[in-house]
């Protein structure tokens, strides 16, 4: 087989959709901006391990990971006793391991080496190559790159997507409210560990200025140790805003340290509704490029390998060898049958805390509106229904959160918005008909777009146009 598929950008659904596609007998090659060896941020990383069976990668050794351990939620001024403790089961179908990134890379890297794909560094992709409606290659710093289909991994802000021709209506950028600015730095662990309450915290709306988290993890190995810092907000900030946040933080939080050991960089990760149309001639986008991660806490590799094999199984299925729209929106109908369609509402969860002030979270915290029901959040939890629990108090909840009516009113159409969606999703269209789906898409987003603020979502898509 001589058909030449292109993965552009080595994102972790990428290597191992070249990895199956090369097993299959195609020529695979991915492209990608970073050096060898180079790949991955300075840090840790929390992702499914099922995922590797699904495509069949071997697992890591077991000196490579851990198991993570449970989430502390705090508002900005809840009590001690109100806090919120994760209660993920002491189960493998639950449980999620922690490895660097850089060792999340090379197990993906050789996986698909192994298995016959190339991969070629040091390739800066500028957008796509369009012969009238088809994606016929990749445009980069080392000429045009042609091959027959182009797989796009290439994450949130992808050259690739964003140079799609606008009347494919494949959305470019994620809007304000839909993409979390992340910085992320590892310090010293100044205090024995043994005092530290709050191993992993979390920190919902922490800061006055706008929506966003923060954790604070504490670890100890037998070589170091180190608190884990992530600061993630809606609005985009600086790297000087970042540390006299965390100094802030360190007035609370004595196991953060002053001296700065890894890290130190910024990210962009998309929390948000998977995309609408994912799919023209010659062209299917794949992981952060599709904004596969979980909306609320922003994890995705595991979900972009799994879904490389609905990617991989299509591809390879297309007798016709055309990969056209057609074929291709086979991939994204299994996606959202198998995954997307009910992942999509835990972002209108999300956008809910958009919309709240820290004293409102305050109150549903310290009163138990919000449990470790909620917040038992995995990247195994793709699914809306997951977060849904009739506990014995749930009237009690109910009756609390009536009586704060500011709250409430920012609360209650939530529940219109779930059910305008899924009448919605149900009906996305089972075959390709680019008309019905650019239509159906409009719809599908402005269930998400609407409660967003116009005045953020202006500012935000000014920015791409300066």
């Not at 493998?92 to 197990?107: A, F, G, H, T, V």
């Not at 992942?343 to 956008?351: F, T, W």
Request: net charge negative; glycine share 8%.
């Amino acid at each position: 087989m001589s058909k030449k598929i292109i993965v552009a950008g080595a994102g972790h659904g990428g290597l191992t959709a070249a990895a199956l596609l090369a097993e299959k007998g195609f020529d695979v090659t991915v492209y990608e901006r970073g050096q060898k060896g180079k790949l991955g941020y300075d840090w840790t990383d929390i992702f499914d391990p099922k995922a590797l069976d699904v495509v069949g990668c071997p697992w890591p050794s077991e000196d490579k990971y851990e198991w993570k351990v449970d989430m502390t939620f705090w508002g900005p001024n809840t009590k001690p006793s109100s806090k919120i403790r994760q209660r993920v089961p002491n189960d493998p179908k639950e449980m999620e391991i922690k490895m660097e990134r850089s060792d999340i890379y090379e197990m993906l890297i050789n996986f698909a080496e192994s298995k016959g794909a190339k991969i070629e560094y040091g390739v800066n992709i500028k957008g796509p190559v369009m012969l009238k409606d088809r994606v016929i290659g990749i445009n980069t710093d080392k000429g045009e790159i042609l091959g027959d289909m182009v797989i796009d991994c290439c994450g949130c802000e992808s050259p690739v997507r964003v140079g799609l021709p606008s009347y494919l209506e494949i959305q470019k950028h994620p809007k304000w409210g839909e993409k979390f600015h992340v910085y992320r730095a590892f310090y010293d662990l100044p205090v024995d560990i043994d005092t530290v309450d709050d191993l992993y915290k979390v920190t919902l709306l922490p800061d006055a200025e706008g929506p966003g988290i923060a954790w604070i993890a504490s670890e100890k190995t037998e070589t170091e140790s180190h608190s884990d810092l992530l600061i993630g907000r809606m609005d985009n900030f600086t790297e000087e805003n970042a540390l006299k946040t965390a100094e802030k933080y360190r007035l609370t939080n004595p196991q953060l340290g002053t001296k700065q050991t890894r890290g130190g960089y910024f990210t962009l990760i998309p929390v948000r509704q998977p995309l609408a149309i994912m799919v023209a001639d010659g062209y299917a986008a794949l992981g952060d490029s599709a904004f596969m991660t979980v909306p609320i806490i922003g994890s995705g590799i595991g979900n972009a390998i799994k879904n490389s094999k609905i990617l991989a199984d299509v591809i390879a299925n297309d007798k016709t060898e055309t990969y056209s729209a057609e074929v291709l929106y086979n991939y994204q109908v299994e996606y959202f049958d198998k995954m997307g369609r009910d992942i999509a509402p835990l972002a209108i969860m999300k956008l809910l805390l958009t919309r709240i002030n820290q004293d409102e979270l305050t109150y549903a915290i310290n009163e138990g509106i919000l449990t470790h029901y909620e917040m038992t959040i995995t990247a195994n939890h793709t699914s809306l229904w997951k977060f849904l629990n009739f506990d014995p108090n749930l009237p009690k909840r109910g009756i609390k959160l009536v009586q704060n009516p500011g709250l409430l009113k920012k609360a209650a159409p939530v529940v219109l918005d779930l059910i305008e969606y899924y009448i919605i999703a149900f009906n996305m269209p089972r075959t390709y008909d680019r008309v019905k789906l650019i239509n159906w898409a409009r719809k599908y987003n402005h269930v998400f777009e609407k409660r967003l603020p116009k005045d953020k979502v202006k500012e935000d898509e000014a920015s791409y146009k300066e």
